[in-house]
């Protein structure tokens, strides 16, 4: 509540008394809008309103599907040409380390925006339930930096990326922003020693829309594989074959200490 106090005060200024019992009234109103309803949540950043869907089969799993509207993915695309990544054919992959670029930055600072208005429609409820029902955990949401590497691949139509769980080198919560083509991301459970060569493990889809957003953390990030097959056969959502196009991803992580 005194986070969204702040942001109140630093966009509109300090309140007279009468002025002051309007804003009281805007965040009782803009804590009985969002109240917990099923796994969903809506937050709202200034008139922009944003959905958060918890993949309830896995812990630490969660998606926003309108985090960037269709202007902002034309801008951070064009960001991203202006990088010049991917002038030459056989380019279709970049990383920074340390320094990002001015977009990237902004970029994080919007993940961290979006995540907190989203958080504090779950303070209420979700977050006393237990630390995973949180969209992000709050050591994570305010570290300093929020993310300090930087990794973009373009993916041409069939190309994808193998079963993998990202290395320990990054620490906890890592953020995905997926542009351009649909697509469908399955998770796997990580295989024990008990696990038979013969079992067939069971995965977890979720459609990855233009400008969604995809955060990882905790169980999702360390115990579950994250992949896409973008062969024919395996892009099927809701029964039908998803038309595949050049696919851009931006993934945000934070480098982990090494003393």
């Not at 985090?67 to 202006?82: A, E, G, N, R, Y």
Request: glycine content about 8%; hydrophobic content about 35%.
């Amino acid at each position: 509540m005194d986070e969204l106090q702040t942001i109140l005060t630093e966009a509109f200024g300090d309140s007279s008394d009468s002025e002051g019992e309007e804003e009281e009234e805007l965040l009782h109103a803009y804590s009985a809008e969002n109240q917990v309803n099923g796994k969903a949540l809506t937050g709202s950043v200034f008139g922009e309103t944003h959905n958060w869907e918890r993949i309830s089969e896995i812990d630490g799993l969660w998606l926003c599907k309108d985090f960037l509207s269709p202007d902002q993915q034309s801008k951070l695309l064009s960001s991203i040409q202006q990088e010049g990544w991917f002038a030459e054919s056989s380019s279709n992959q970049a990383m920074r380390f340390g320094d990002l670029p001015g977009w990237a930055v902004e970029l994080s600072r919007s993940i961290h925006e979006v995540i907190l208005f989203g958080s504090y429609a779950a303070e209420l409820e979700n977050c006393e339930k237990g630390k995973e029902a949180c969209i992000f955990p709050q050591d994570l949401l305010w570290r300093e930096p929020l993310f300090d590497q930087l990794i973009a691949n373009m993916y041409q139509p069939g190309e994808g990326i193998c079963p993998h769980v990202d290395l320990m080198r990054f620490e906890d919560g890592i953020a995905i922003v997926s542009l351009e083509s649909s697509c469908v991301m399955h998770f796997s459970r990580v295989e024990n020693e008990t696990c038979s060569a013969q079992d067939t493990p069971h995965k977890t889809p979720v459609l990855l829309t233009p400008g969604c957003l995809i955060l990882m953390w905790g169980e999702a990030r360390y115990l579950w594989k994250h992949e896409i097959n973008r062969k024919p056969g395996f892009q099927i959502w809701e029964g039908q074959e998803i038309d595949q196009k050049k696919r851009i991803s931006v993934t945000l992580r934070k480098l982990g200490r090494t003393d």
